[in-house]
């Protein structure tokens, strides 16, 4: 467990210096080694998400479209196919419109940052679970060495020591859920840290798609059968665009 959270942590932060250290090349939309718009984009219909699709791999006409993943799996979805131009036109509408409304949008990241993804109360009582979980260990420990030098009423011996090694599992249990919500809540606190600094620095008429500024920012696109889409921020605000 304890190295599984360890791994949690090195990804996120791993995630957040590719952000930052992400040159801002226009044209280049790869993110963290994959296709920006890959895993982002999802059917209105189904709820799968798009996948993207080589047309005329072999000639000149040659392009990449974006389409449900589930299109020719049974289900007949309306939601239409789209190019990278298409989506990237999607996603320009909506940061205008969010950056229309950006000082209202960062008041409300702002508020949510500092209150709601705030560990500190969860910090100290993960603080008090460590505390009582050495108490429990020493317990344990004396209740072990009585044992072996006091000739103990076996019976009773093992009474106690279901009870202490009880209380000891749960006190573990809390601990790690405790640890858990920590590191759940911090993520959500420096998406959202990266939101803010990220919105605070768009441009308001942006003439060119920023790969790196729609990763920090949105969540996803929904993309609904009459062409209609509905881009979903890191904030939780939607935008139909
Ligand atoms: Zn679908």
Not at 86 to 92: A, F, K, L, P, S
Not at 211 to 224: D, G, K, N, Q, S
Request: net charge negative; with cysteine; charged share 30%.
């Amino acid at each position: 467990m304890e190295g599984n959270h360890e791994a949690i942590v090195s990804a996120e932060t791993f995630d957040l210096v590719q952000e930052q250290m992400a040159a801002r090349k226009p044209g280049n939309n790869r993110y963290s080694g994959v296709h920006v718009f890959s895993g982002m984009v999802y059917c209105g219909d189904c709820g799968s998400r798009y996948g993207s699709k080589v047309w005329h791999a072999n000639d000149k006409y040659r392009k990449i479209i974006w389409q449900c993943n589930r299109k020719y799996a049974g289900t007949i979805c309306r939601s239409p196919h789209l190019t990278d131009p298409q989506i990237e036109d999607i996603v320009m509408r909506a940061m205008s419109r969010l950056s229309d409304e950006r000082d209202a949008i960062i008041r409300t990241a702002v508020m949510l940052r500092d209150t709601i993804y705030d560990t500190s109360a969860l910090c100290a009582e993960q603080e008090c679970v460590e505390r009582e979980l050495a108490d429990a260990t020493d317990q344990l420990t004396q209740a072990v060495l009585r044992n072996a030098n006091v000739a103990l009423d076996q019976a009773e011996h093992q009474q106690e020591m279901t009870a202490l090694s009880a209380r000891y599992q749960e006190l573990q249990d809390r601990n790690t859920a405790l640890k858990v919500a920590i590191i759940d809540k911090d993520n959500r606190r420096k998406r959202t840290d990266s939101f803010i600094r990220e919105l605070r620095s768009l441009p308001q008429h942006a003439e060119k798609f920023d790969p790196v500024a729609f990763r920090i920012l949105v969540e996803r696109i929904t993309v609904y059968d009459d062409k209609r889409a509905v881009v979903r921020f890191n904030d939780g605000t939607e935008i139909e665009a």
